[in-house]
T-cell receptor, first 111, second 112 residues
Framework: KQEVTQIPAALSVPEGENLVLNCSFT??????LQWFRQDPGKGLTSLLL?????REQTSGRLNASLDKSSGRSTLYIAASQPGDSATYLC??????????FGKGTKLTVNP | EAQVTQNPRYLITVTGKKLTVTCSQN?????MSWYRQDPGLGLRQIYY???????DKGDVPEGYKVSRKEKRNFPLILESPSPNQTSLYFC???????????FGNGTRLTVT
């Protein structure tokens, strides 16, 4: 069974710091990997989607990379801001239509 | 505005009383799915639908039913709710499975 792990579970950083969130998966037959942001009491917002044929995707201060051989994806956030505080989740999609989520990393950016 | 709309946002019910949580999207998306989110367990997929009249089980389908009679709607039905179905439920859609998912704002269900 596919497992998706996100480490750390929580992270607190000062404003302006660059940071990396990690996501690892056990199944190498990946179709795509998505990164989401969840604010308290809200639904998830899609940040980046990386197809299996891609190595990275960028949107503004966010950069997501995918390494299929090691079963890892990272989300890099540059120059973090208090507004970046949220829970970040990654989701793995393999050959089936099922989507498997990690449990998330709760990020706090302190002013 | 492009969105996924779930109703109701909050629901308190009693064991065994049938209920339906509605989900509607206005983006002409083919793929729709339901998830539940529980502390310590994360998000788990209940059911998904690739298109009208095409549905399939996710990881935790027991106790739930779905239907996809129209492209825009994908209701989640609990025929006989039990307390272990108390959870936060999310509906999501995408143009097709390789495109980003759009989520609704969630339905918090309490079964007493």
């Amino acid at each position: 069974k596919q497992e998706v792990t996100q480490i750390p579970a929580a992270l607190s950083v000062p404003e302006g710091e660059n940071l990396v969130l990690n996501c690892s998966f056990t199944d190498s037959a990946i179709y795509n990997l998505q990164w989401f942001r969840q604010d308290p009491g809200k639904g998830l917002t899609s940040l980046l989607l990386i197809q299996s044929s891609q190595r990275e995707q960028t949107s503004g201060r966010l950069n997501a990379s995918l390494d299929k051989s090691s079963g890892r994806s990272t989300l890099y956030i540059a120059a973090s801001q208090p507004g970046d505080s949220a829970t970040y989740l990654c989701a793995f999609q393999g050959g089936s239509e099922k989507l498997v989520f990690g449990k998330g990393t709760k990020l706090t950016v302190n002013p | 505005e492009a969105q996924v709309t779930q109703n109701p946002r909050y629901l308190i019910t009693v064991t065994g009383k049938k209920l339906t949580v509605t989900c509607s999207q206005n983006m002409n998306h083919e793929y729709m799915s339901w998830y539940r989110q529980d502390p310590g367990l994360g998000l788990r997929q209940i059911y998904y639908s690739m298109n009208v009249e095409v549905t399939d089980k996710g990881d935790v389908p027991e106790g739930y039913k779905v239907s996809r009679k129209e492209k825009r709607n994908f209701p989640l039905i609990l025929e006989s709710p039990s307390p272990n179905q108390t959870s936060l439920y999310f509906c999501a859609s995408s143009l097709y499975r390789t495109r980003p998912l759009h989520f609704g704002n969630g339905t918090r269900l309490t079964v007493t």
